[in-house]
């Protein structure tokens, strides 16, 4: 969509969300008001939150975010369990960053097929 891979996951096993495949990101990051959602379902809670954590921008810029551990993060029919992510400002997109993507065991963009392929092996 508009040039970038976007993949539709399910976040905490309840919470549907569209994100945008960031491999330059460090970690996955959840919109604040999707954070506020999932708190509001119960499906977030401040036992889950780990703290801040400085993160820099491509253009060099700093950000602090809150970091936080995602229960689960399902994509398709298979589930990533305890993933880090980050929450980012209001109105910002999902990122599947880092810390989702160096957990799979592969994953490649197919320029042909216009595709993302990706492999989960073990137990997540």
Not at 30 to 54: W, Y
Not at 77 to 86: C, F, G, P, Q
Request: hydrophobic share 45%.
């Amino acid at each position: 969509m508009g040039g970038v891979f976007v993949l539709p996951a399910v976040i905490n096993g309840g919470t549907k969300s569209y994100f945008i495949v960031d491999s330059g990101a460090a970690n996955v990051q959840i919109p604040e008001e999707v954070a506020e959602e999932m708190k509001r379902a119960g499906t977030l809670a401040e036992s889950d939150f780990l703290g801040q954590r400085r993160f820099t921008l491509a253009d060099g810029s700093g950000l602090q975010q809150r970091v936080f551990r995602l229960k689960s993060l399902q994509i398709g029919d298979r589930t990533m369990e305890n993933v880090l992510a980050a929450v980012g400002a209001p109105r910002s997109r999902a990122l599947l960053g880092q810390s989702f993507l160096r957990r799979l065991s592969w994953w490649k963009i197919d320029n042909v097929k216009n595709a993302m392929e990706f492999e989960f092996t073990g137990s997540f």
